[in-house]
């Protein structure tokens, strides 16, 4: 359980850290609301037309007696717009970061610098255009990973009771899992570390991974919030991959290297 804390730290961390380095959150803040705009137009045409596409996908209800066709179909409509909300958490980061993949590397290697021994940051060697593929297909990978708990979950949500109590703590679980994948992926490409491999070092800490990645999908249920958590949430999981990955960190290299700037 101690690492349920410890991952919660890495999210507070990380948010300290760009608080600290105004520059470097600015900059984050691009993808963000670039990503946001378009997940909003989706979300507002799936309320304004969900109705219409209930009615479209359940034709043998047509000749339902009032007032079971307006509940039934109501009651679908809100499962389509939970569904779509449920998935837009899950895919956001996903897109964010395939958006921003320049802005959040240069924030990764800047984190990585600052809290190590030795000042460096590691280096993938990779071309840009070969990163993006990297990262565009992993993403896929993981958003397919991510889609069929989706689709598990929201079957499971017609179970009484346990439908309306346990499937969505569930739910935030499986989320803050896959994005605490997607967010320490940043890091962990620079090091060369294959998805598989990556998937395997959050399963031998999950506790770790819940601590940091369940508060922020519930935070992130607000796509508004997430915008503005996610330089620090890229920050916090650099910091969280340099523990992973086994690697020393200096704790206060961040206050140091801000007090180096204001004397310079």
């Not at 479209?56 to 339902?64: E, K, L, Q, V, Y």
């Not at 896959?178 to 940043?186: A, D, G, H, N, Y």
């Not at 490409?189 to 998937?199: G, M, P, T």
């Amino acid at each position: 359980m101690r690492d349920l804390g410890v991952g919660f730290n890495y999210l507070l961390k990380g948010q300290r850290w760009v608080a600290r380095h105004g520059k470097q959150y600015g900059f984050g803040l691009v993808p963000g609301l670039i990503t946001l705009v378009l997940y909003a137009a989706a979300l507002v045409s799936l309320a304004l037309w969900g109705e219409d596409f209930v009615a479209w996908a359940t034709p043998f209800a047509d000749d339902w007696s009032s007032p079971w066709l307006g509940l039934f179909r109501g009651f679908l409509t809100a499962v389509l717009f939970a569904l779509g909300l449920l998935l837009s958490v899950l895919t956001f980061t996903a897109v964010t970061l395939l958006i921003g993949q320049p802005f959040y590397e240069n924030l990764s290697e800047k984190v990585d610098r600052d809290v190590s021994p030795d000042g460096t940051a590691p280096e993938s060697g990779l071309p840009l255009w070969r990163e993006l593929w990297i990262s565009g297909r992993d993403s896929l990978r993981v958003l397919i990973r991510a889609a069929l708990w989706g689709v598990l979950l929201f079957a499971c949500g017609f179970i009484p009771v346990v439908g309306q109590t346990a499937v969505p703590v569930i739910g935030f679980f499986v989320t803050g899992f896959f994005l605490t994948e997607e967010l320490t992926s940043v890091a962990l490409q620079r090091r060369r570390v294959a998805l598989r491999d990556r998937l395997t070092l959050l399963r031998s800490r999950k506790t770790l991974v819940w601590g940091f990645g369940t508060p922020l999908a519930l935070a992130f249920v607000v796509p508004f919030v997430a915008v503005f958590l996610m330089p620090g949430a890229v920050a916090g999981a650099t910091l969280m991959a340099r523990d992973l990955a086994g690697e020393e960190t200096v704790e206060d290299g961040a206050e140091d290297s801000e007090e180096e700037e204001v004397t310079r």
